[in-house]
């Protein structure tokens, strides 16, 4: 981890180059995921293994900027927050499915799966996020 010294001369750190923590216990995410066929079950928790082997800096380079560019988990923000505050994004878990996630510190916690992708980018708020 990176610690960094404000004008202040306060010290913060960035967690950028460290590991990334996948959290999965968003009652949401947890529900659509008691409800996927196993195979696409099998197919997630693979993705969320080597998303925990990826930094951020990873995770953000993973991120499409042109159509037909497809990569990785192609991590893209969008421009919606959560009601705690985070900025909500999606990524793609399998070749069906991307996940609104946030990112809290290293964490990347999953909020949803969407097998229709544009409900991914589409959809509200989850009003029940804190």
Known sequence: M?????????????????TVEVD???PRFLEEFENLELSEADLLLKTLARIELMTWNDV??????SPGDK????????????E????IATIRVTGKFRARVCRE???MRLISLHPDHDSAYS??????FQ
């Open 2 to 18: 990176s610690t960094f010294r404000r004008e202040t001369g306060e010290e913060f750190s960035s967690s950028q180059n460290q």
């Open 24 to 26: 999965i216990n968003f």
């Open 60 to 65: 953000y380079r993973s991120s499409t900027k």
């Open 71 to 82: 990569r990785g988990i192609n991590f893209e923000p969008l421009d919606k927050n959560t």
């Open 84 to 87: 705690g505050g985070p900025r």
């Open 105 to 107: 510190g290293r964490k």
């Open 123 to 128: 959809e509200g708020v989850d009003s029940k």
